[in-house]
């Protein structure tokens, strides 16, 4: 079975400062794996995916994740956060075996103080 | 390009009411996932259908049923609801021979009263 850990509940970083977001994975073969970003009351939005090749993926907004299969994680990463960053990221994890059905983390809130 | 639609958006209910939610993947998609969103939640999966046929089970209620028709519309029953139903459902759609990327909607708010 697949799952998804994310360690951070909550993270509080200064606009302008870099982010990190840590998720880790369980999962035998080589999963897909995906950020997810929700404001409140909100949809899901696709920030990056991963599926095979290129270990550093480039996403939308200037996001960009790290696939370590020795680590058995996918971090992802901003190099400067903006105000409009504050929101709930969700890291996921699927594979074709399971018919492609994602397994969530529980996400990680980011708030971005001024 | 088209995209995954929910409907409706936002519905209120009562205690013991029936609610239905409704989903149009995208055309020529060909599997359907519904997922549950509690508030400070994350989304778990309730159920898929492939071509149709139900293919996959999550922690879905008895008192919720789905199905897939035809024209691979896809609706969410929910009877007897209670306080706890309270929660955002997602549809996603994928295309199984692709590269396994589901496509979510906006999703539909329901508010059990």
């Known amino acids: 079975a697949q799952s998804v850990t994310q360690p951070d509940i909550h993270i509080t970083v200064s606009e302008g400062a870099s982010l990190e977001l840590r998720c880790n994975y369980s999962?035998?073969?080589?999963?897909?794996l995906f950020w997810y970003v929700q404001s409140p009351g909100q949809g899901l939005q696709l920030l990056l995916k991963?599926?095979?090749?290129?270990?550093l993926v480039q996403g939308i907004k200037g996001f960009e994740a790290e696939f370590k299969r020795s680590q058995s994680s996918f971090n992802l990463r901003k190099p400067s956060v903006h105000w409009s960053d504050a929101a709930e990221y969700f890291c996921a994890v699927g594979n074709k075996a399971a018919g492609n059905k994602l397994t969530f983390g529980g996400g990680t809130r980011v708030l971005v103080k001024p | 390009a088209a995209g995954v639609i929910q409907s409706p958006r936002h519905l209120i209910k009562e205690k013991r009411e029936t609610a239905t939610l409704k989903c149009y993947p995208i055309p020529r998609h060909d599997t359907v996932y519904w997922y549950q969103q509690g508030p400070g939640q994350d989304p778990q999966f309730l159920i898929s259908f492939y071509e149709k046929m139900q293919s996959d089970k999550g922690s879905i209620p008895d008192r919720f049923s789905a199905q897939q028709f035809s024209d691979y519309h896809s609706e969410l029953n929910m009877s007897s609801l209670e306080l706890g139903d309270s929660a955002l459902y997602f549809c996603?759609?994928?295309?199984?021979?692709?590269?396994?990327?589901?496509?979510f909607g906006e999703g539909s708010r329901l508010t059990v009263l």
């Open positions: 996603a759609s994928s295309l199984t021979a692709s590269t396994g990327e589901l496509f």
């Open positions: 999962y035998g073969a080589t999963p897909y």
């Open positions: 991963y599926f095979s090749g290129d270990t």
